[in-house]
């Protein structure tokens, strides 16, 4: 019976040292500072990311319409001298490109941002006067 406890102790004696010479060195590689990749994304426009700032106001939307590339953004900035409320079509749920409404009127000199993470095709519309309209191609 001893002798069996001793081959046990032996053998678990053999395996964590076998543990511990394996383990040992991704320990010392894990301190090691890692290369930061760069370039790696797949499926990413190539070109890097543009804002198209589009000016908004009695004139409406300039330029009216406007094509840019998925991770583009697009900034309304309102030059006018009225409250303007840049926002995605149909009026007046703006469901047509999630997000892309400011929630709220702009007012002299205010602006809103958004990036497109997707292809899509956008309806714009000044909502508190939706005659006045405009289009976003993301391609
Ligand atoms: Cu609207």
Not at 14 to 31: I, K, R
Not at 45 to 52: G, L, R, S, Y
Not at 81 to 101: I, Q, Y
């Amino acid at each position: 019976m001893k002798t069996l406890i001793v081959v046990v102790v032996i053998i678990l004696l053999a395996g964590l040292g076998v543990w511990y010479f394996y383990s040992s060195p991704a320990t010392e590689t894990g301190s090691t500072p890692l290369p930061t990749p760069t370039g790696t994304q797949t499926g990413v426009p190539t070109t890097a990311a543009k804002e198209v700032v589009v000016n908004v106001g009695e004139t409406g939307f300039l330029p009216k319409d406007v094509t840019l590339n998925v991770g583009d953004s697009i900034k309304f900035v309102n030059v006018g001298t009225k409250a303007f409320w840049p926002a995605s079509g149909p009026h007046p749920v703006h469901t047509a490109c999630p997000g892309l409404d400011p929630k709220k009127a702009l007012d002299k000199g205010d602006a809103f941002s958004f990036v497109f993470s997707q292809a899509e095709t956008c309806p714009i519309h000044n909502h508190l006067d939706p005659s006045t309209t405009g289009s976003i191609t993301v391609k």
